[in-house]
């Protein structure tokens, strides 16, 4: 019997072992075929901090993570020597923005921290980003999203099909990274409520669209990757209020009134992966839709305001900016999608959510 839980252990922790460097190994692997891609294209590595203020946030307020020392919560100082608030960051993106009109195409990798509190197969309160931002519009912008993942998917495949045990990869699915489409396919949010109209969902234009109304989306469309663009503009007056909600500084569509010029990429099996936008450049209009934005009202009712922004405007006023655009990939979500899993802590060697921290 004691031979027996000896052997059992054994190959229990070989499988564990196995699956740990496969995890890494994978996660290597896309994080290499990103970086080489990217900086083949001309796009230069910025280093932004992850200890910010308020301008570290993506849309959601509410989810950043605080930072005090010994029960102080405004232990820092701003440049006027003011206490303020600090936040881990959840994004990079300003930071790109302000050296976007000097270095044209910049992008960063790190992690990005969310208040997450949602314990679920989906949601992590860290994870990695990797981030660009270049001086460009719309539509280079989704080619170059497609093209990233793209590129992903083959160096994945051909890795894993050069080394198979080192990936944790099936030929099932090395099959089906490789078959993955050079051209993505593209639904505007109107056609996308349409679309699920047209499915049988009860849901109205306005509405945020649940990652399960995601995954019906991809399978009406053969279960490929799938761009969602020009989501209502929050700050347009649709007469109802919108649950669908975006980032401040998205550039609104011209020839669509009411729409900005942004996009999710939806991954088959793992939902909402990157969030892109053209993004506005005139600061006056840029610093008048901040201040109307829900998040900045979040945002004044937690004691902040427009001093969070300050380094950004400043650096806008002083340099100027130029017709730019970019997005976050989430990588953990992408790794998910290479890995065909239902569970994104599967994917994952350190899933770090509320209901477990290392």
């Known amino acids: 019997m004691n031979t027996l839980r000896k052997e059992y252990k054994q190959i229990a922790r070989t499988k564990v072992q196995k699956d740990f460097k496969a995890t890494m190994m994978l996660e290597a692997a896309v994080f290499k075929s990103a970086r080489d891609f990217l900086e083949g294209q001309g796009y230069i590595e910025m280093f932004p901090p992850r200890i910010v203020r308020a301008s570290g946030a993506c849309e959601n307020i509410d989810t950043l993570f605080e930072v005090s020392v010994d029960g102080e919560k405004k232990w820092f100082k701003n440049e006027t020597g003011k206490p303020v608030n600090a936040y881990l960051a959840q ?9 976007v009109p000097e270095l044209k195409k910049v992008y960063c990798v790190g992690p990005s921290f969310r208040a997450e509190p949602k314990v679920d197969n989906r ?3 860290e994870f990695k980003m990797i981030e660009i931002e270049f001086e460009g519009g719309f539509e280079k912008l989704l080619d170059t999203v497609q093209a990233t993942i793209y590129q992903i998917a083959q160096y994945v495949t051909r890795q894993a099909n050069l080394h198979p045990q080192n990936y944790g990869l099936n030929e099932e699915g090395i099959k089906r990274l490789q078959e993955t489409p050079a051209n993505f396919a593209r639904l505007t949010y109107d056609q996308a409520i349409e679309t699920l109209q047209e499915l049988g969902e009860k849901v109205s234009w306005g509405d945020d669209i649940s990652s399960h109304r995601e995954q019906l989306l991809v399978q009406s469309i053969g279960n490929i990757p799938l761009f969602i663009t020009h989501f209502p503009d929050p700050m347009w007056q649709h007469g109802k209020e919108l649950e669908v909600e975006k980032f401040f500084n998205m550039l609104p569509d011209e020839k669509n009134p009411g729409r900005v010029l942004s996009a999710d990429l939806i991954l088959p099996g793992a939902g909402e992966s990157v969030g892109a936008a053209a993004r506005i450049h ?14 900045y009202k979040r945002l004044v009712s937690k004691g902040g305001g427009l001093d969070d922004f300050s ?32 569970n994104i802590h599967d994917c994952l060697n350190f899933p770090q959510h509320r209901g477990y921290l290392i």
């Open 282 to 295: 005139d600061v006056d209009v840029m610093i008048d839709r901040l201040e109307k934005s829900k998040m």
């Open 123 to 125: 949601h992590l309160t």
């Open 311 to 342: 380094w950004y405007i400043n650096q806008l006023r002083a340099r100027g900016s130029v017709p730019h655009a970019g997005c976050g990939f989430g990588m953990a979500r992408i790794i998910q999608w290479i890995c065909g899993k239902d």
């Open 91 to 99: 994004t990079g993106q300003l930071f790109l923005e302000a050296f």
